[in-house]
């Protein structure tokens, strides 16, 4: 009787597990797709506006800004550094990238390049990890640095 039941309840797990996953849908990005992300993110750095800026990155995100050593890990401190970033009339080119993608997750790895409106540049490395949440591609990790030297 208690072997019959272990099975049982055994049996059950795994039609659970799999009724589950097959419920999960998977949605995933070509390569073109992932590169596309990337350019709405600089087009929106051309607009200026550190909320719509803010509103790529999901809501529980985290940003290791280039330009700032103080993690953000919300909207709002995203927002925040972008207020200060965007200030400087930032404008970046990937100048080498590795991407990735998988069910409901993207990841772009790489280095750019940052061109400012003082004339100034800054060559960084970067990572970025997109996650599909309620039907949109959000950033949900952001790593920048500025390039050691050598």
Same mark, same amino acid.
């Given at each position: 009787?208690k072997?019959?039941?272990?099975? %049982? #309840?055994?049996?059950?797990?795994? !039609?659970?597990?799999?009724?589950?996953?097959q419920? *999960?849908?998977?949605?995933?990005?070509?390569?073109?797709?992932?590169?596309?992300?990337?350019? *709405?993110?600089?087009? *929106?750095?051309? $607009?200026?506006?550190? #909320?719509?800026?803010?509103?790529?990155?999901?809501?529980?995100?985290?940003?290791?800004? $280039?330009?700032?050593?103080e993690?953000?890990?919300?909207?709002?401190? %995203?927002?925040?550094?972008?207020?200060?970033?965007?200030?400087?009339?930032?404008?970046?080119?990937?100048?080498?990238?590795?991407?990735?993608?998988?069910?409901?997750?993207? $990841?772009?790895?790489? $280095?750019? *390049?940052?061109? !400012?409106?003082?004339?100034?540049?800054?060559?960084?490395?970067?990572?970025?990890?997109?996650?599909?949440?309620?039907?949109?591609?959000? %950033?949900?990790?952001?790593?920048s640095?500025?390039?050691p030297e #050598?």
């Amino acid at each position: 009787m208690k072997r019959s039941s272990i099975a %049982i #309840g055994l049996a059950l797990a795994g !039609f659970s597990a799999m009724a589950h996953a097959q419920s *999960t849908t998977c949605a995933s990005l070509s390569d073109q797709q992932i590169h596309a992300l990337f350019d *709405t993110w600089n087009q *929106t750095l051309a $607009t200026r506006d550190a #909320g719509k800026m803010a509103g790529l990155y999901a809501p529980d995100a985290v940003l290791l800004p $280039t330009l700032s050593n103080e993690l953000r890990n919300d909207r709002a401190s %995203i927002a925040d550094y972008f207020e200060h970033f965007l200030a400087k009339g930032p404008s970046g080119a990937i100048d080498e990238r590795f991407v990735v993608s998988g069910c409901n997750k993207a $990841t772009d790895v790489g $280095t750019y *390049t940052f061109s !400012f409106a003082d004339g100034s540049q800054a060559k960084a490395r970067y990572s970025y990890v997109y996650r599909y949440r309620d039907g949109q591609w959000l %950033i949900s990790h952001h790593h920048s640095s500025v390039m050691p030297e #050598g």
